[in-house]
């Protein structure tokens, strides 16, 4: 070997200490920081998260156990938010319901990312024959209406629970991150650094895991993050018509089907009203953060 | 006779580290709703070179002439649709990725926009370790000490080595592709206009370190440019291109001083001259380079060449030995 580290280096150079960069990754973060919207999003979210997570503590309620007695019980001081039509505790099936929603709306977007980033590196990656045969699978999702879909598997399945709520949501609806995945991955394939990569020798897998994804990571996680928004409004719209979790399990959606009936839409708006604006908070903070993110990093497309 | 008889006797005796035989790159168009094909860009059409070890080739021609895509044919970032190319006599040019990747230690290319040919997410120490983690076993403290003294080496100061692409300056950043480039000690580099990009001031600068670090390393180029004046300070022959052909290609002093083709006359006289006195008549070609999609019939430049005639029209000019190691490809120069 020519180049000798040992006669290169010399003594007078600092090998420790070298001064940190900021990479963009940081930089879009440091953007996103400034954004007041998008971090008081943030600050709301992971409260409602520490919410539904410390249920157990915030009430000795079970909200799936049923009282005759408490029959549409306007609120009290023991039943904050009233009962429901099976004397369930509203404030419990509140909090709980919380658990439900947000874990079908998180694991479906990761169960879509999983599938949009494998199929959609692929595609993007490799191109031909494979492109066209994903690109034509996604038309095929894409052109069958999403609810209807849901609603014929729901009826053929007859029972159903968060992890065949989660799949349905997430086979339904993983064309459109695909082909997100797909048009950046044909952007950067054009890029010097990926054919760079090709001339050193780099591996496919490296040069999709180093060099595809890293760089398009804003706009992966943009639209990860205004899917579950999505697909939290899925989750309701489902449990709403009563295809969703079935009861007893609480969900903000089957909550809001309680809302059916106009005696209850009339006489006790308490029991509908605060799944309705806890739907609607997390949905608009989630929509917050995912437009500071994709403020923060394509800082060119936020001054319209 | 003779002289050809001489050539092919040197070519026995010579040591090519690199030849490339007849290639031919066409990208289909297609079109119409199945995607036929309807048609080709010839991007580069029956190019044979052959590059001595040591040497620096230069090509030049125009943007669309296809030195860039020789330059990707050659290193397979490209795969030829035809022909045969010769790293050190084994035949590359039908090697798959994973045949390849052995002999990709021995061949780099620096590209020429500097801000694209850097992975923007990793930093300078990642970007030029990267080459020794995926093609050596080196440990991670020698792959360290290896990516400062390279640094150090290509004029950049070890302690920027956690900054990120972004943070530097198109000429630092032109250093850290060469380091990147160098870090597997390869013979042969293929240098895609690596100044082009650059800033006149900064464009020397490179290309001397680029001209020292060949004389350290024992680097093979092959220097892409598109202005002979880049290309007359740093290769020993160079090849002038036009539409994806090889229309002149000697040692650079018949180049210079005694250009043959009528392309090479034109791209010389537009060469701007530091002597006023010099009288020089500028050769002005007319209009475009036609498409490579639907090249002319004959030699590809006689739509352009103030010296066509009718020959150049019907027949297609091969590449012919003028004197030694000269060659031009023109009608007006076989007889």
Known sequence: ?304 | MSLLEKELEKKVEQDYILEAKNIKKYFPIKGGVFKREVGQVKAVDDVSLSILRGETLGVVGESGSGKSTLGRVILRLLDPTEGQIFFENEEISKMSNRQLRPYRRDMQIVFQDPFASLNPKMNVQELIEEPLLVQTDMSKSARKEKAISLLEKVGLRPDSRLKYPHEFSGGQRQRISIARALALNPKFVICDEPVSALDVSIQAQVLNLMADLQDEFNLTYLFIAHDLSVVKHISDRVAVMYLGRIAEIAPKKNIYETPLHPYTEALLSAVPSTDITAKREKIILKGDLPSPSNPPSGCAFRTRCPKAHERCSLERPELINVSEGHFVACHLYDN
């Not at chain 1, 492109?131 to 879909?149: E, G, H, N, Q």
């Not at chain 1, 991955?185 to 994804?213: M, N, P, Y």
């Not at chain 1, 609607?280 to 437009?291: A, H, M, S, W």
């Open chain 1, 1 to 304: 070997m020519e180049l000798n580290p040992q006669t290169n280096t010399g003594p007078g150079i600092d090998i420790k200490n070298a001064e940190k960069g900021m990479s963009p990754t940081k930089i879009a973060m440091k953007r996103f920081m400034k954004n007041k919207l998008a971090v008081a999003s943030v600050f709301i979210l992971l409260l409602i998260v520490v919410v539904v997570i410390l249920a157990p503590f915030l009430t000795e309620h079970n909200p799936t156990k049923t009282n005759l007695t408490l029959i549409e019980r306007p609120p009290s001081e023991d039943h904050l938010l009233g009962n429901d039509s099976s004397g369930r505790d509203n404030f419990a099936r509140l909090i709980y319901g919380g658990r439900i929603s947000l874990i079908v709306g998180f694991s479906a977007m990761v169960f879509t990312l999983v599938i949009g980033v494998v199929l959609g590196s692929i595609s993007g990656y490799y191109g031909g024959k494979i492109d066209s045969i994903i690109m034509r699978a996604c038309d095929l999702v894409l052109m069958l209406p999403f609810l209807v879909l849901c609603l014929t598997i729901v009826a053929i399945l007859e029972e159903v629970n968060v992890t065949i709520l989660v799949s349905i949501i997430a086979l339904t609806s993983w064309p459109s991150l695909t082909r997100i995945i797909r048009g950046t991955f044909l952007t950067l394939r054009e890029q010097e650094f990926i054919l760079g990569a090709k001339a050193i020798g780099v591996s496919d897998l490296r040069i999709i895991f180093k060099h595809f994804i890293p760089n398009a990571i804003g706009p992966i996680l943009v639209n990860a993050t205004l899917m579950m928004a999505t697909y939290i409004i899925a989750e309701s719209a489902l449990s709403f018509i009563g295809f969703g979790i079935p009861q007893p399990t609480p969900t903000w959606g089957n909550m809001l089907s309680e809302a059916q009936s106009l005696r209850i839409l009339r006489n006790s708006p308490e029991a509908w009203i605060p799944p309705g604006l806890a739907i609607l908070i997390t949905v608009l903070c989630i929509n917050f953060v995912g437009d500071g993110l994709r403020d923060a990093f394509d800082p060119k497309s936020n001054r319209r």
